[in-house]
C-alpha cells in the first residue's frame, strides 16, 4: 500500500464553485501534513500546513481526520489561477528527515 | 530571493555519459534534498542530506551519487547515464529535523537520455 494515496482527478469546477477532495495516508504514527501545490512542470510549492484542528488560509481550508486517516482541502470561490495539480504530503515518522508526496490531484476551473 | 537554484535547467546526455547536476540553496536550511518526478508518480527521493557533512539514500538511490560540499549546495551525480533516468529532477531544502519542517524546491532540471 502506498503511504499516501490521492485521487488523480481531474476535478473540473467552473470559476467561482467551491472544490473539496482527500487524501489518505497508511502510517497512524504519521505526523506533519501539508498541501502544495505544482503548476504544469514547475516546482511543487507550499500551500499550507494542516494542523490537527484544521486551518484556513483565505480561499483555501485544510482539515485533518486522524480517526480515519485523511486529509482534505477545500478550495472555495474558485480562479482560474487555481488551476493546478495539488500535492498531498506527509511525514510518516519512519524517518524524521523524509516526506512522503501523493501523486496529485488535479483541479481545472473553467471560465 | 534565490531560494534554491538548480542548474542546469534542461540537459540532453547519451546513454553511458556522466553528468552532474547542481543545487545550492541561500536559506541556511541543515537539509537538502534530490527528488526525481515521472509522468503520473509522486516525487521519489533519491537521496538526502539531514545535515552538512551526512547524506543518505532515498527509496530509489540506484545509478545516482551525491554530494554535500558544504552547507548551501548538494549535487547530484550519474556516473553512467540510461534512458530510465529521463525524469525531472527536484533539488528541495528545509530547516531539518523532526519532519514538521515544509521543503522549497528548485525550479527543476529536465533530463533526457537518449
Known amino acids: 500500500r502506498k503511504e499516501v494515496e490521492q485521487d488523480p482527478g481531474p476535478f473540473n469546477v467552473p470559476e467561482g464553485a467551491t472544490v473539496a477532495f482527500n487524501c489518505t495516508y497508511s502510517?497512524?504514527?504519521?505526523?506533519?501534513f501539508f498541501w502544495y501545490r505544482q503548476d504544469c512542470r514547475k516546482e511543487p510549492k507550499l500551500l499550507m500546513s494542516v494542523y490537527s484542528s484544521g486551518n484556513e488560509d483565505g480561499r483555501f481550508t485544510a482539515q485533518l481526520n486522524r480517526a480515519s486517516q485523511y486529509i482534505s482541502l477545500l478550495i472555495r470561490d474558485s480562479k482560474l489561477s487555481d488551476s493546478a495539480t495539488y500535492l498531498c504530503?506527509?511525514?510518516?515518522?519512519?524517518?524524521?528527515?523524509?516526506?512522503?508526496f501523493g501523486a496529485g490531484t488535479t483541479v481545472t476551473v473553467r471560465a | 530571493n534565490a531560494g534554491v537554484t538548480q542548474t542546469p535547467k534542461f540537459q540532453v546526455l547519451k546513454t553511458g555519459q556522466s553528468m552532474t547536476l547542481q543545487c545550492a540553496q541561500d536559506?541556511?536550511?541543515?537539509?537538502m534534498y534530490w527528488y526525481r518526478q515521472d509522468p503520473g508518480m509522486g516525487l521519489r527521493l533519491i537521496y538526502y542530506?539531514?545535515?552538512?557533512?551526512?547524506?543518505d539514500k532515498g527509496e530509489v538511490p540506484n545509478g545516482y551519487n551525491v554530494s554535500r560540499l558544504n552547507k548551501r549546495e548538494f549535487s547530484l551525480r550519474l556516473e553512467s547515464a540510461a534512458p530510465s533516468q529521463t525524469s525531472v529532477y527536484f533539488c528541495a531544502s528545509s530547516e531539518g529535523g523532526r519532519g514538521n519542517q515544509p521543503q522549497h524546491f528548485g525550479d527543476g532540471t529536465r533530463l533526457s537520455i537518449l
Open positions: 542530506s539531514a545535515s552538512e557533512g551526512t547524506t
Open positions: 504530503v506527509v511525514n510518516p515518522r519512519t524517518n524524521d528527515y523524509k516526506l512522503s
Open positions: 536559506m541556511n536550511h541543515n537539509s
Open positions: 502510517n497512524s504514527a504519521s505526523q506533519s
